[in-house]
Nanobody, 127 residues
């Protein structure tokens, strides 16, 4: 079981930056693979980025590749999403979730459990 909480959202102008944090609580000695997702009004949830516990070859969606960077601090149980060159179309509620990362010729990731999600943080990018 894991509990997650996002922070760092807010209002920013187009071209600006934000850093989101996902703090997760562990009930065992194991860390978790963590993913970032977002959902805009009227749109489907979109998977943005995932990072394994070993921080090897993170996954990025094409929509954020080159602009967003995922990282983690295992000592503090925090996963970050640095978002640069933000666009109005990045406006959404951003969520982190525990995921399973599988590495083949690509990095694949998917949520583990419907309950292992944070509550979300709003990101609004003004034009």
């Amino acid at each position: 079981q894991v509990q997650l909480a996002e922070s760092g959202g807010g209002l920013v102008q187009s071209g600006g930056s934000l850093r989101l944090s996902c703090t997760y609580s562990r009930f065992t000695v194991d860390h978790y693979d963590i993913g970032w997702f977002r959902q805009a009004p009227g749109k489907a949830r979109e998977k943005l980025s995932c990072i394994s516990t070993k921080n090897i070859r993170p996954y990025y969606a094409d929509s954020v590749k080159g602009r967003f960077t995922i990282s983690r601090d295992n000592a503090s149980d925090i996963v970050y999403l640095q978002m640069n060159r933000l666009k109005p179309e990045d406006t959404a509620v951003y969520y982190c979730a525990a995921v399973l990362v599988v590495m083949t010729d690509k990095t694949l990731c998917s949520p583990i459990d419907d309950d292992w999600w944070g509550q979300g943080t709003q990101v609004t990018v003004s034009s």
